[in-house]
T-cell receptor, first 114, second 115 residues
Framework: GEEVAQTPKHLVRGEGQKAKLYCAPI?????VFWYQQVLKNEFKFLIS????????ETGMPKERFSAKCLPNSPCSLEIQATKLEDSAVYFC????????????FGQGTRLTVV | AQTVTQSQPEMSVQEAETVTLSCTYD???????LFWYKQPPSRQMILVIR??????QNATENRFSVNFQKAAKSFSLKISDSQLGDTAMYFC????????????FGKGITLSVRP
């Protein structure tokens, strides 16, 4: 598609439940990024992919967060055993090239952990 | 590691006037890119303007222009003829050159355009 599609738009989970977010990058884009925007509006980088390969996962809280980008499937970000502090908007972005190509963002998924 | 600083948390401007949003950054990289993104209340992240560090000429996109001072590591955004639709949060971002580089964002500035 011509835009980054993220689903769902809103997600509410009880503390300790699992949350799974999806992202379909723009067709032809090889690079996918996940960012977390917390309530203070600050962005935190989580993970990036080059096609289906993890490129940079330095921002991932590995004990509960995992992500995948499989061929012919939307990319996914999964949070096991959610905590209140995971409440945030999660953005997916894709780019055609990782350098000069600017990243195009999806509309985000607002996760609320109660 | 790179850092991006937006020291002004919020600004206000009268419709049709000009406003400048400040951004400074710190990096040891010589080849990189700088961006301004707009985030309206809909929370959609919209790319406003991009600057390649190797280019001396300041980028311009219609009413939006930047003042890129590489030596001072400064990258300000000027919005001319402000419109009500410019009301949004604006984020300055840095990306080093290299395959699959991530964006490092500033904390953002809330811009309000008054009618």
């Amino acid at each position: 598609g011509e835009e980054v599609a993220q689903t769902p738009k809103h997600l509410v989970r009880g503390e300790g439940q699992k949350a799974k977010l999806y992202c379909a990058p723009i067709k032809g884009h090889s690079y996918v990024f996940w960012y977390q925007q917390v309530l203070k509006n600050e962005f935190k980088f989580l993970i990036s992919f080059q096609n289906e390969n993890v490129f940079d996962e330095t921002g991932m809280p590995k004990e509960r967060f995992s992500a995948k980008c499989l061929p012919n499937s939307p990319c996914s970000l999964e949070i096991q055993a959610t905590k209140l502090e995971d409440s945030a908007v999660y953005f997916c972005a894709s780019s055609q090239r990782g350098t000069a190509g600017a990243a195009f963002f999806g509309q985000g998924t607002r996760l609320t952990v109660v | 590691a790179q850092t991006v600083t937006q020291s002004q948390p919020e600004m206000s401007v009268q419709e049709a006037e000009t406003v400048t949003l400040s951004c400074t950054y710190d990096t040891s990289e010589s080849n990189y890119y700088l961006f301004w993104y707009k985030q309206p209340p809909s929370r959609q992240m919209i790319l406003v303007i991009r600057q390649e560090a190797y280019k001396q000429q300041n980028a311009t996109e219609n009413r939006f222009s930047v003042n890129f001072q590489k030596a001072a590591k400064s990258f300000s955004l000027k919005i001319s003829d402000s419109q009500l639709g410019d009301t949004a949060m604006y984020f300055c971002a840095f990306m080093k050159n290299g395959a699959n580089s991530k964006l490092t964002f500033g904390k953002g500035i809330t811009l309000s355009v008054r009618p």
